[in-house]
């Protein structure tokens, strides 16, 4: 079946601009995950939603950055008046059930690049 | 603190020789501990976890809880086996959010 998908893959933007990342899980799965991956920072958490819950926020850098997830499903990162140091590859993952070990399935990510 | 120390960012061998690639954690309680890969334009992927105590692909990861280290082993490694490993942790028994090391790239060389 079809895996975790992201779009765009790729994002040019200029300093300032707003952007919006879509990610789309694996169908099923209750949890979806952010995270960001960038060279002086490596592989970041940034936050996580389950089923009705509400979301872990905490791995999130500042209040420019926010998520939601429409429907139990498909999920959008938004960065507010983006900075160069938002620039890195932004990675979704989803799991069947957050609880135990369940492996976590990521999605080929978006690159962006602040102008 | 809750972290994860991958020390080489970079580790390069000869097909055939052995592997190990090194990771230490720190965190209080009982984490589970996970190895992801990522090879060249591929997506991140699971690679093993302590808690299966399964070989994949050859390798091996003990969990030490003495020294706080999960490192990764194969005796034997192959050309295919160039690829980003990172190590991570979560806590056990709830939502596993995922922390990860910096990764170290394993090249194999022929």
């Known amino acids: 079946g079809a895996g975790v998908s992201q779009s765009p893959s790729n994002k040019v933007t200029e300093k300032g601009k707003d952007v919006e990342l879509r990610c789309d899980p694996i169908?099923?799965?209750?949890?979806l995950y952010w995270y960001r991956q960038s060279l002086g920072q490596g592989l970041e958490f940034l936050i996580y939603?389950?089923?009705?819950?509400?979301?872990?926020k905490s791995g999130l850098p500042s209040d420019r950055f926010s998520a939601e997830r429409t429907g139990g499903s498909v999920s959008t990162l938004t960065i507010q008046r983006t900075q160069q140091e938002d620039s890195a590859v932004y990675l979704c993952?989803?799991?069947?059930?957050?609880?135990?070990?369940?492996?976590?399935?990521f999605g080929p990510g978006t690159r962006l690049t602040v102008l | 603190a809750q972290r994860v120390t991958q020390p080489e960012k970079l580790l390069s061998v000869f097909k055939g020789a052995p592997v190990e690639l090194k990771c230490n954690y720190s965190?209080?309680?009982?984490?589970?501990l996970f190895w992801y890969v990522q090879y060249s334009r591929q997506r991140l992927q699971l690679l093993l976890r302590?808690?299966s105590r399964e070989s994949i692909k050859g390798f091996t990861a003990d969990l030490n809880k003495g020294e706080t280290s999960f490192h990764l082993k194969k005796p034997f490694a192959q050309e295919e086996d160039s690829a980003m490993y990172y190590c991570?942790?979560?806590?056990?028994?709830?939502?596993?959010?995922?922390?990860f090391g910096a990764g170290t790239r394993l090249a194999v060389h022929p």
């Open positions: 965190y209080s309680g009982s984490p589970e």
């Open positions: 993952a989803s799991s069947l059930d957050p609880s135990g070990t369940n492996e976590q399935f």
């Open positions: 939603f389950q089923g009705n819950s509400a979301p872990d």
């Open positions: 302590h808690i």
């Open positions: 991570a942790l979560s806590r056990s028994g709830g939502y596993n959010k995922l922390i």
């Open positions: 169908s099923g799965h209750t949890a």
